[in-house]
């Protein structure tokens, strides 16, 4: 009797990135990482991998050789939709094309010429932008994107309606269904065009001072910190710009005492207003998560059994869980203002 043979490994065959399809592709490079730039997949791999080559990135100088890379399927979505003509707002999130790739910021400022200024979290930079270069911030979250394109809920609600009335004279048992599903189609659909809405940030001066014995929170440019923003009180200022802080969860080495450095204000700000009360977070919201000592900026990915949820950290692709009560709403302290994210992913 011959001896079976072994079936081949068959190629990824996610239906979204076959060859030939446009893409954008996540850089992970330092300086770079999180940041899309448009290309094409080239190959699928017999793994989670693709070949892909880049539209405006190239291997040569002279710009004449498409660069290629294989990357992870997580660093490849399809193109991001965009709405023809749309009214941005402040403290909107939206991707801003820049430097032939589009970052994720948050609108500071509408300007009166019809320019925008958009903040970058991941390098603290503000730069001006036209409405030709912004799009609403989405996320591809399995197959989908959230939120989606304006104005396909109502396009979906209106195809229910024609499918219920073609439905009329079905038999009992075949209608009780058809109105469950139409119940769940509904709900999901009614769930809304999200409510861009801003609530009124919470202000303090533009130029305010860090008061001795004033609880701050500071940030890291160290690898494997950066991001994170740990609690501190202030000693007194050191210079122009800078200050001593103690930390209020790091210790020394010897652990004699709490841990005090010299940080400029780029990296101090004050501790985040109380004033937003979460009785439950729901999936895709942004929030700060309490993780070894620090606050660190998360997705809600999944919610789980009351009270705890997964999070979904974008730059160490890593999710966790984590109790209610280690997790924050997600504030921006931009211009001496605390500036809350859209509420357009919140769906």
């Known amino acids: ?124 930079e503000q730069i001006e932008f036209g409405e030709e270069d912004l799009r609403l911030h989405r996320e591809w979250v399995n197959g989908t994107w959230k939120p989606t394109l304006e104005g396909e809920e109502e396009e979906e609600e209106d195809k229910e309606e024609v499918k219920e009335k073609e439905n009329e004279g079905s038999r009992n048992k075949r209608k009780l269904v058809e109105e469950e599903v139409t119940k769940e189609v509904k709900r999901r659909v009614n769930k809304k065009v999200p409510d861009t809405t801003q609530e009124k940030p919470v202000e303090s001066p533009k ?83 309490l993780y070894n000592d620090a606050w660190w900026v998360g997705v809600v990915s999944k919610v789980n059994t009351f009270p705890k949820y997964s999070v979904f950290f974008k730059d160490s692709n890593e999710e966790l869980e984590f109790q209610h009560s280690d997790l924050r709403p997600h504030q921006d302290w931009i211009n001496g203002k605390w500036v809350t994210p859209s509420k357009a992913l919140k769906l």
């Not at 430097?99 to 400022?109: A, K, L, P």
């Not at 950066?226 to 790091?250: C, H, M, N, R, S």
Request: aromatic content about 12%; hydrophobic content about 30%.
């Open 1 to 124: 009797m011959p001896p079976k043979s072994t079936p081949k490994s068959k190629s990824n065959q996610n239906p979204h990135f076959k060859p030939g399809s446009k893409v954008e592709i996540m850089s992970e490079e330092e300086g770079f990482r999180g940041s899309f730039y448009t290309g094409t997949v080239v190959k699928a791999t017999r793994t989670s991998k693709f070949i892909v080559e880049y539209d405006k990135l190239f291997e040569d100088e002279e710009g004449t050789k498409p660069l290629q890379e294989t990357v992870n399927e997580f660093q490849i979505r399809p193109i991001a939709p965009r709405e023809k003509k749309r009214e941005f707002k402040f403290s909107e999130e939206v991707d801003a094309f820049h430097n032939d790739g589009w970052w994720e910021g948050v609108i500071t400022e509408v300007n009166e010429d019809g320019k925008f200024a958009v903040f970058f979290r991941s390098t603290k």
């Open 207 to 289: 130029d305010a001072k860090f008061s001795k014995g004033m609880p701050v929170e500071v940030s890291s440019d160290e690898d494997g910190f950066k991001g994170a923003w740990f609690a501190a009180t202030i000693v007194e200022p050191v210079g122009k710009d800078k200050y001593l802080i103690e930390y209020q969860t790091l210790r020394t080495e010897d652990d004699s005492d709490f841990l005090r450095e010299e940080i400029d204000t780029v990296h101090i700000r004050p501790h985040p207003p109380q004033t937003i009360i979460i009785d439950r977070f729901k999936k895709l919201e942004e929030v700060d998560a």
